[in-house]
């Protein structure tokens, strides 16, 4: 069998890892299925690891960003009182629980079964453990990361502010049930606070439900050159003999990334963790510009 160039292999690799591949799509689900192709026909040993997948998350938090602060902000207008803090709470409830917590309250439609490739190589007793990873799924906002991260430094504040409009709403019906003049004032007051709410929660929902309508990001060097880097790795380490390994090495092609790094958490959670163990995540490998490195 004649060898293949390791430039023409790479060449390979990048054609399919530069194709969208937004989580859920029968793009993710080729990608995943070419990756296994090539581990299989380099003789490379792999195995999937499943986990419940989520793939309309963002979607489905940018539609709630668009729906309950504006009912928040009509129970304020016109004066629904203790109406306007239970949907307070729950708009709140919900992005939180999800987010935070990973408590699928409102992302839970679209669920599936999604895919991480993991790679182990070298004894599994090993003392010392290196996991490197990457992810092989692609991005559908429609931010870019900087942009997108002076809109998510906005959204503390307008979650501030959504719960002082829940509580608004009591006050504002307690002064008028008192016949006190402070209603006016409070009523006046809280629809000012409605207006800079709606903007950042508007802008954060549809920040996240029309980015899958566009063109979606190709994910070439988020993440799909880090993808073909590791698994020229894990082909050198194998020709090389990696029954010598003195190390445990796994190389990890997560999965649900862009969807709140889903499919990391849940090989993180999957498997028990002990001894001296190093992680590095590849990200924006091969792209112009400085180098970065992020610590956590």
């Not at 006046?188 to 990001?217: K, Q």
């Not at 190389?251 to 990334?257: C, H, K, N, T, W």
């Amino acid at each position: 069998m004649t060898e293949v160039p390791s430039k023409a292999r790479i060449s390979r690799l990048m054609e399919v890892l530069s194709t969208p591949r937004p989580n859920g799509s029968r793009g993710e689900r080729e990608t995943s299925l070419e990756l296994q192709k090539w581990l299989a026909v380099h003789g490379i040993p792999f195995r999937i690891h499943d986990f419940r997948q989520y793939p309309f998350f963002y979607e489905c938090i940018g539609v709630w960003s668009l729906a309950l602060p504006t009912v928040l902000a009509a129970c304020v207008w016109w004066r629904w009182g203790w109406a306007s803090l239970l949907v307070a709470a729950v708009a709140l409830l919900g992005g939180t629980l999800d987010q935070l917590f990973h408590v699928p309250l409102i992302t839970w439609p679209g669920a599936r079964r999604g895919q991480n490739i993991l790679i182990e190589l070298g004894p599994s007793d090993a003392p010392r453990e290196l996991v490197l990873c990457a992810h092989y799924d692609s991005k559908t906002e429609l931010l870019d990361h900087r942009r997108r991260m002076v809109l998510l430094r906005s959204v503390p504040v307008a979650a501030g502010l959504a719960l002082l409009l829940g509580l608004a709403g009591p006050l504002d019906l307690f002064l008028v049930r008192s016949g006190l003049a402070w209603a006016g004032v409070v009523h006046s007051v809280a629809i000012v606070l409605s207006v800079p709410m709606l903007v950042v929660f508007w802008a954060l929902g549809i920040h996240l439900t029309v980015g899958r309508l566009i063109e979606p990001s190709q994910g070439a060097v988020d993440n799909g050159a880090a993808c073909a880097t590791l698994l020229e790795l894990a082909r050198r380490l194998m020709e090389e003999g990696a029954e010598r390994l003195e190390t445990r090495v796994i190389l990890a092609l997560f999965s649900g990334e862009e969807v709140n790094m889903q499919g990391s958490r849940a090989y993180v959670a999957s498997r028990r963790w002990g001894g001296d163990v190093g992680v590095v995540n590849l990200e924006i490998v091969g792209q112009n510009g400085p180098y970065v490195l992020w610590e956590r």
